[in-house]
Structures are given as structure tokens and as C-alpha cells.
């Protein structure tokens, strides 16, 4: 029997900007621009990896596609000035690889450019185009990442610090709970629980592209927590038990070194 669970606020609050960035970005299309030599897909797309998790992962996303498309339709635009272009694809391939890695571009970037490459060299029509389909194909992408960037931070907007701060407090509630009950039921699902909590936080540290105020000792204190639930057993022998002492006491004391830290 498959059970549905109901969807969060979250969840809601992401299909609306969305169905309202559709709708706008729909609106300018058939509006302005019918009949243009890119389907309006390639719009609806951008406004699709616009909203995503939060809003800088959105701008990072973005980013990513825009310099991606027009990276890899660069070199395969190039690439048709020399002949057919079915022989190219694998040259563009490393170029996308080579050049890219040289000029920092990230692995989203890099994977961007070659599937616009691909489309550029393996689809008659994209290559009858060529540079046009190429600069179409970014400013659509452009215009509907504007538009779901643009909403996203209009309706609903929230803020990545304090998303952290809120992760992490979570995460600190839970080892607390577990520094009180060192031995507890079902530590599988408690486990997964923990790395859980652990990746939010991590997630939203990557995001930002900062250093948590309490990242040093928190990660100790994951790792105890980790160890303590990997100890708990129905009978543990005295080594066990040592090792269970031992872990939650190092637990306790990074998580009073957290408590002891200013909020931000």
C-alpha cells in the first residue's frame, strides 16, 4: 500500500512561485517574442531550475547554466565552421573538459556546456543555426531564470543564515537528547536521523560559502554522537561500555564548548 504524505509549507510555497513564474514567463513569450527560432521550453526550463532548495542555490544553479550554455554552444558553433559535425562531438567534449577546467569553470558548468554542445552538433536544425541558436538559447534560459529568481525573492523569500542557525539548533537538540540518553531505542533509524540533521547543515555551509560559528566542535560532537550510536547494544561488555562512557563524555563537553559560544 503506497502511503502519501501530505506536502509541507515549504513544498507548497515552491509549487506557487513556480505555477506564477510559468505564468509570467508565458505571458511575455506569446506575447512578445512568438515565433522565435527557440521553443519557449528552453524558458519554461530556466524557470524550472530557478526555485529550487533556497535562493542561493537557485543563483548558483543559474549561474551555472547561463555560463555553461553559452560556453559549450561557443565551442560547438566554432567547431561547425570546420565541417560535419557529427565528427566533432567527442573534440567538444574535451574541450569543454580542458578548456573548462583550466578557466575554473565547475563541474555544473562544465556538464551545461556539453550538453549544449551535444544539441548544437548532433540536432540539423540546432546546427543550420548555429551562433543563433546558440545566443537564443542562453538569452530564453536568462529571461526565465530571471523571472523564477525574481519571484523567488519576492514571494515567500527566506534567509540562508538563518535557515543555518535553525539547522543547527536542530542538530544540537538532537545530540543533546542523545548526550541524556546515551543508550537508545532503535539507533538505526536515530542514525540516519543524525546524518540527516549533519548534512542540512553542511549543505547550507557549502551554500553560503562560509565557516559555521560552531563548525569545528559541532562536527566533534556529530562524531561522538555517530560513535554512541553505533555502540548502543542490548548487552555491552565492559570495552563497550568504556567506549560508550568515553564518547559521551567528549559529547558533553563540545556540546557545553556550544553552548558557551555567543549567537551570531
Not at 553559452?70 to 574535451?94: C, D, K, R, T
Not at 536542530?170 to 548534512?199: E, T, W
Request: net charge positive; aromatic share 8%.
Amino acid at each position: 500500500m503506497v502511503v502519501f504524505q501530505a506536502l509541507t509549507r515549504s513544498q507548497w510555497q515552491g509549487s506557487a512561485r513556480i505555477a506564477i513564474a510559468t505564468l509570467i514567463t508565458g505571458a511575455i513569450v506569446f506575447r512578445w517574442a512568438a515565433g522565435s527560432s527557440v521553443d519557449i521550453w528552453y524558458a519554461l526550463y530556466g524557470v524550472a531550475r530557478s526555485n529550487l532548495a533556497n535562493e542561493e542555490l537557485s543563483i548558483r544553479v543559474g549561474r551555472e547554466r547561463l555560463l555553461g550554455t553559452a560556453f559549450g554552444g561557443v565551442i560547438a558553433a566554432l567547431l561547425l565552421l570546420v565541417g560535419n559535425p557529427w565528427l566533432w562531438v567527442g573534440l567538444a567534449y574535451l574541450l569543454v573538459e580542458l578548456l573548462g577546467s583550466q578557466l575554473g569553470l565547475s563541474r555544473g558548468s562544465r556538464t551545461n556546456a556539453m550538453v549544449a554542445a551535444v544539441m548544437v552538433l548532433m540536432v540539423p536544425n540546432n546546427s543550420a543555426e548555429g551562433f543563433n541558436y546558440v545566443l537564443y538559447r542562453t538569452l530564453w534560459h536568462g529571461l526565465g531564470l530571471g523571472i523564477g529568481m525574481a519571484v523567488e525573492h519576492l514571494f515567500w523569500p527566506s534567509n540562508a543564515n538563518q535557515r543555518l542557525r535553525q539547522s543547527e539548533q536542530r542538530l544540537i537538540a538532537f545530540l543533546k537528547d542523545l548526550f541524556l540518553n546515551p543508550n537508545p531505542s532503535g539507533d538505526a533509524q536515530q542514525s540516519r536521523q543524525l546524518v540527516q540533521l549533519y548534512r542540512g547543515v553542511r549543505e547550507l555551509q557549502a551554500t553560503l560559502e562560509t565557516t559555521a560559528r560552531s563548525q569545528g566542535p559541532l562536527d566533534h560532537a556529530v562524531v561522538h554522537g555517530a560513535a554512541l550510536l553505533r555502540q548502543s547494544n542490548a548487552s555491552p561488555g565492559p570495552l563497550e561500555q568504556q567506549c560508550q562512557q568515553l564518547d559521551r563524555e567528549a559529547l558533553g563537553a563540545h556540546l557545553a564548548v556550544l553552548e558557551a559560544k555567543p549567537q551570531p
